[in-house]
């Protein structure tokens, strides 16, 4: 029997429209539980809405704007990898471990 690796499919069966779409639902789970259970997150957020809103009113140049703009969506970005991170160590183990800070 051939493994599902080997074959180049998805062991899931999903491919073309279906895989994008789940993927986006997988997408919006993981943001909304991201932003129910990390209180860090949801002050990044705010902290983030108020400086991209004053990127927009700052008499800036477009660069500038895009810099601004750019830089709130990565921080927002390395925030939910870190709390996804964190989500996989604490299903793993609920054990204290120094390296699992």
Do not use: W
């Not at 029997?1 to 491919?15: A, F, L």
């Not at 429209?17 to 957020?45: M, V, Y």
Request: hydrophobic share 50%.
């Amino acid at each position: 029997m051939q493994h599902p690796k080997d074959s180049g499919k998805y062991p899931h069966g999903k491919t073309g429209l279906s895989r994008i779409f789940h993927t986006l639902i997988h997408s919006r789970d993981g943001f909304i539980a991201t932003f129910r259970g990390e209180a860090a997150f949801r002050q990044l957020l705010l902290l983030h809405a108020l400086l991209m809103a004053a990127a927009f009113v700052l008499d800036i140049s477009t660069v500038e704007r895009a810099l601004v703009l750019a830089v709130c969506f990565i921080s927002l970005l390395v925030e939910l990898l870190n709390s996804a991170i964190e989500a996989v160590v604490d299903r793993i183990s609920l054990e204290k471990h120094p390296l699992s800070k």
